[in-house]
């Protein structure tokens, strides 16, 4: 796939999404949400891809909606017709996906990171609400997740503040799975995904999709197929002899 704002490579059953546009901390603009999008079906598709991760080039994850679009732009069909696409696309994603967070994350760009599953993050980043200082609500399924992730009032809160927090804030707030030292971030990132990328990917999958059930009959119900599939796969099989062996 040709892309001219981000970067993807696969490794190790790792697919790597990297917003590329360090000159502008990864503000994103129209291409960059078209080519995201693009991306995330691709690696969907693709067998060899069974972890995703998205990251940031440079000094940044993300600095939010590239704020040189027009003024006059209507904001809500921009929404529906850029963002809301690959907002979907990594809602429903199978494929665990992880963001790698470090310098700076703001906006638009928090939301994409919150779609995630779990968040690696390097101990200096700063988390930025954003959206109140430029008199706009918080968007791209941000307070969906924001919802999600934390406590309420305590969400409004930041948002209604506009304020920028550290990690360790975005920790107890429940945006953080792994704070990490900023020298070890990309290794233990690398890590995090390739060890959850060796594992059984019917199970992973299965487990995300158990997580995401609608009602505790709905679980039930799927975790009966999901188990008969794990149960059928060679790595189960193999797990069980080697433990009657012992
Ligand atoms: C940028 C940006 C940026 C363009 C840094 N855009 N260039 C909104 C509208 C419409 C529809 C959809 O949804 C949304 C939702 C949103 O995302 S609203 C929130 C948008 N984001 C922000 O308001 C954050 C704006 N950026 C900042 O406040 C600062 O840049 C932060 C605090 C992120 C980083 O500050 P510094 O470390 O001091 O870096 P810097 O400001 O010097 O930025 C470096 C360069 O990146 C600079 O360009 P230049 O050519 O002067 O070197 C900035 O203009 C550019 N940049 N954010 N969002």
Redesign the pocket.
């Known amino acids: 796939m040709e892309v001219e704002t981000i970067q993807l490579t696969t490794h190790n059953g790792v697919g790597w999404l990297k917003l590329n546009r360090p ?3 990864n ?2 603009n129209e291409t960059l949400l078209r080519e995201m999008k693009t991306a995330i079906d691709t690696f969907e598709q693709d067998d060899a891809v069974r972890v995703i991760v998205l990251v940031g080039e440079g ?2 994850f993300s ?7 027009e003024s006059d ?1 209507d ?1 809500g069909e ?2 529906e017709d850029v ?1 809301h696409p690959l907002v979907r696309a990594l809602f429903s994603s199978r494929k665990p996906l992880i963001a790698g967070i470090h310098g ?1 994350v ?4 928090l939301s994409l990171a919150l779609a995630a599953d779990v968040r690696i993050v390097a101990k200096s980043t ?1 988390f ?1 609400s ?2 109140i ?2 008199g ?1 609500v918080a ?2 399924g941000g307070p969906y997740h924001l919802r999600r992730l934390m406590r309420d009032d305590l969400a409004l809160d930041w948002l209604w503040s506009g304020s ?1 927090i550290d990690s360790e804030a975005a920790r107890s707030f429940g945006l953080v799975t792994e704070l990490v030292e900023d020298a070890m971030y990309t290794e233990r990132l690398t890590s995090y995904a390739e060890t959850l990328a060796a594992k059984s990917p019917v199970a992973v999958q299965g487990m995300k999709a158990l997580m995401r059930a609608a009602s505790f009959e709905d679980g039930l119900n799927e975790e009966i197929e999901w188990q008969r599939k794990c149960g059928d796969t060679d790595v189960h099989r193999q797990a069980m002899q080697a433990f009657l062996m012992k």
Do not use: C, H, N, P
């Open positions: 000159e502008k901390l503000a994103l000094r940044a600095s939010g909606q590239d704020l040189t679009i732009a904001y921009y929404l963002y700076v703001a906006g638009a760009g700063k930025s954003a959206f200082k430029i706009l968007d791209a920028t």
